[in-house]
């Protein structure tokens, strides 16, 4: 479904990822783990059409969108729910929700709306509070489901865990394994790395732009240099 | 000493004046809050769009209320386009270059107007000029009414449009959330562009209205701009309720003004609020809380 291959990538002059392969395949959760810094919000943003690359291939659904406008990446179904929310703070619930179906996602505006306060109950009971008035877990919720309006085919989840309680981290995983058992297919993007390879079936380690280790995530669960890296074991 | 009769009729005709003032601001207002930029071009852009109503008139003998509809597009593409071409290119999506090239707008706008339709003072006659209308001890001029209730119409159309449509939504979604605003695909430059235009498209509106009973040389924008400057610090930057409520305001306070100090003193009464508001309550009336 998305495949990167040989992705180089930065800001201004600066490059980060430095060669970087990556593909997430039809209904699967691929995690991307790495410490702050290792590149993978500048993988997210380029992908996404944020940033152009220097150099490397992006597919997507069969289609080149490695120099493709963000608008067009949104239209062709490849959604990012960012780090840090990005909800419109002086919108309404409702008015951020509608317009996640701004460019897609349209036609099924209403039955979508239904279907997201479906998961997200609370968002349900403040439609008409101004985003910015929310708490920080509501606040992710309403980004997600924002994302979740465009009828996404695949959704990249940008650090969804930060700054939750560990109950919400709880919840938030439990939510992301649920997405995916109605078909949707996920990037998740994470520095919670148990957490995410509890829940993926493959993951990727990316360390200094560039990917270090990658495979099933249950065999990277046992992976002595993981362990190291990140449980201090 | 002051009659009441006099003064209930002062602060109708500032009322009524203000009517045009917040369409100017509300246009101001909503460049600021989507650009993040004063639009030093805006006094230049007035003055064009009251001489397109001129001539429209004097060339063709459109009542400067039937070229409305005409006026407001044109003045809307015309923006757009100015948008697209100049500012938006030459900005490298920096907000301060923005704000310089608006500037450079300006003056190569009317120095070109200078250039071309000289420095005389132009007005336009209708038979409705000097028609009035009695209301209590208050003798009103029909065509400040009309500006007035149109001015409110119009703000209220667009106000309606930005809570209302998708577009309006995303215009404000641009306004305070750019990357999450391309994040559900939306084409920020273009809103950028729409924006600009539909605050040009208010300075359309704004000629029409004034022209029956303003006159125009390549100066008289300015004075406009200077008002609605006001207007927006007073309501809060950004604010599209605090331009419509701030307009009012200072209609008022320039006829009142006007009244205890003379004519010529009537605007210190605005330099005055723009003072004090700064000293205040720099946020303005209604400010968001950043």
């Given at each position: 479904?998305?495949?990167?291959?040989?992705?180089?990538?930065?800001?201004?002059?600066v490059?980060?990822?430095?060669?970087?392969?990556?593909?997430?395949?039809?209904?699967?959760?691929?995690?991307?783990?790495?410490?702050?810094?290792?590149?993978?919000?500048?993988?997210?943003?380029?992908?996404?059409?944020l940033?152009?690359?220097?150099?490397?291939?992006?597919?997507?659904?069969?289609?080149?969108?490695?120099?493709?406008?963000?608008?067009?990446?949104?239209?062709?179904?490849?959604?990012?729910?960012?780090?840090?929310?990005?909800?419109?703070?002086?919108?309404?619930?409702?008015?951020?929700?509608?317009?996640?179906?701004?460019?897609?996602?349209k036609?099924?505006?209403?039955?979508?709306?239904?279907?997201?306060?479906?998961?997200?109950?609370?968002?349900?009971?403040?439609?008409?509070?101004?985003?910015?008035?929310?708490?920080?877990?509501?606040?992710?919720?309403?980004?997600?489901?924002?994302?979740?309006?465009?009828?996404?085919?695949?959704?990249?989840?940008?650090?969804?865990?930060?700054?939750?309680?560990?109950?919400?981290?709880?919840?938030?995983?439990?939510?992301?394994?649920?997405?995916?058992?109605?078909?949707?297919?996920?990037?998740?993007?994470?520095?919670?790395?148990?957490?995410?390879?509890?829940?993926?079936?493959?993951?990727?380690?990316?360390?200094?732009?560039?990917?270090?280790?990658?495979?099933?995530?249950?065999?990277l669960?046992?992976?002595?240099?993981?362990?190291?890296?990140?449980?201090?074991? | 000493?002051?009659?009441?009769?006099?003064?209930?009729?002062?602060?109708?005709?500032?009322?009524?004046?203000?009517?045009?003032?917040?369409?100017?601001?509300?246009?101001?207002?909503?460049?600021?809050?989507?650009?993040?930029?004063?639009?030093f071009?805006?006094?230049?852009?007035?003055?064009?769009?009251?001489?397109?109503?001129?001539?429209?008139?004097?060339?063709?003998?459109?009542?400067?209320?039937?070229?409305?509809?005409?006026?407001?597009?044109?003045?809307?593409?015309?923006?757009?386009?100015?948008?697209?071409?100049?500012?938006?290119?030459?900005?490298?999506?920096?907000?301060?270059?923005?704000?310089?090239i608006?500037?450079?707008?300006?003056?190569?706008?009317d120095?070109?107007?200078?250039?071309?339709?000289?420095?005389?003072?132009?007005?336009?006659?209708?038979?409705?000029?000097s028609s009035?209308?009695?209301?209590?001890?208050?003798?009103?001029?029909?065509?400040?009414?009309?500006?007035?209730?149109?001015?409110?119409?119009?703000?209220?159309?667009?106000?309606?449009?930005?809570?209302?449509?998708?577009?309006?939504?995303?215009?404000?979604?641009?306004?305070?959330?750019?990357?999450?605003?391309?994040?559900?695909?939306?084409?920020?430059?273009?809103?950028?562009?729409?924006?600009?235009?539909?605050?040009?498209?208010c300075?359309?509106?704004?000629?029409?209205?004034?022209?029956?009973?303003?006159?125009?040389?390549?100066?008289?924008?300015?004075?406009?701009?200077l008002?609605?400057?006001?207007?927006?610090?007073?309501?809060?930057?950004?604010?599209?309720?605090?331009?419509?409520?701030?307009?009012?305001?200072?209609?008022?306070?320039?006829?009142?003004?006007?009244?205890?100090?003379?004519?010529?003193?009537?605007?210190?009464?605005?330099?005055?609020?723009?003072?004090?508001?700064?000293?205040?309550?720099?946020?303005?009336?209604?400010?968001?809380?950043?």
């Open positions: 479904m998305l495949e990167i291959a040989g992705l180089r990538a930065g800001y201004g002059t490059e980060i990822l430095r060669g970087v392969d990556l593909v997430v395949g039809k209904g699967e959760i691929v995690a991307l783990l790495g410490s702050n810094g290792a590149g993978k919000s500048t993988l997210n943003n380029t992908v996404c059409g940033y152009r690359p220097f150099g490397g291939a992006v597919q997507f659904d069969g289609r080149n969108i490695a120099d493709a406008a963000s608008m067009s990446i949104v239209q062709a179904g490849l959604i990012q729910v960012p780090e840090g929310r990005r909800v419109f703070p002086n919108l309404s619930v409702r008015d951020n929700l509608e317009l996640g179906s701004y460019r897609r996602g036609p099924a505006r209403r039955h979508n709306l239904d279907r997201v306060i479906g998961i997200f109950p609370r968002l349900g009971e403040r439609l008409q509070q101004a985003a910015g008035t929310l708490s920080g877990g509501e606040q992710q919720m309403l980004a997600i489901g924002r994302g979740l309006m465009g009828e996404p085919k695949l959704l990249i989840l940008d650090e969804p865990s930060l700054g939750l309680s560990p109950v919400l981290v709880e919840e938030m995983f439990a939510l992301i394994r649920r997405l995916n058992g109605d078909g949707l297919s996920i990037l998740l993007v994470e520095q919670n790395v148990m957490q995410s390879l509890a829940i993926a079936h493959r993951a990727y380690v990316l360390e200094n732009g560039q990917i270090a280790l990658s495979g099933p995530a249950a065999d669960a046992q992976h002595p240099d993981l362990r190291r890296s990140y449980l201090g074991q | 000493m002051l009659d009441p009769g006099i003064l209930f009729a002062g602060v109708l005709n500032g009322l009524l004046a203000g009517g045009v003032y917040v369409l100017v601001a509300v246009g101001l207002t909503l460049i600021y809050g989507v650009l993040h930029i004063i639009n071009a805006h006094g230049s852009l007035l003055m064009l769009a009251m001489y397109a109503v001129f001539f429209l008139w004097r060339l063709t003998g459109v009542d400067p209320y039937a070229a409305l509809p005409i006026v407001i597009g044109g003045a809307f593409v015309f923006g757009y386009i100015l948008y697209r071409l100049v500012i938006g290119r030459l900005s490298h999506g920096r907000d301060e270059n923005i704000l310089l608006t500037l450079g707008v300006s003056i190569v706008i120095n070109v107007a200078l250039l071309i339709f000289g420095g005389d003072t132009q007005t336009i006659e209708t038979p409705y000029a009035f209308v009695e209301l209590g001890a208050a003798l009103l001029p029909l065509p400040k009414i009309i500006s007035f209730v149109a001015s409110l119409l119009l703000c209220i159309v667009l106000g309606l449009f930005l809570a209302r449509s998708d577009t309006g939504k995303a215009i404000r979604a641009v306004a305070r959330e750019r990357q999450g605003a391309r994040l559900v695909g939306i084409d920020v430059d273009n809103i950028f562009a729409l924006s600009y235009g539909i605050g040009i498209a300075l359309g509106a704004a000629a029409c209205l004034l022209m029956p009973t303003y006159y125009v040389t390549p100066s008289s924008g300015h004075a406009f701009v008002v609605a400057f006001t207007i927006v610090v007073l309501g809060g930057m950004g604010s599209f309720a605090g331009a419509a409520v701030g307009g009012l305001v200072i209609g008022v306070i320039e006829s009142l003004g006007g009244l205890l100090l003379g004519e010529q003193l009537g605007q210190i009464g605005i330099s005055v609020v723009f003072i004090l508001i700064l000293l205040l309550k720099p946020s303005g009336l209604f400010g968001a809380r950043q």
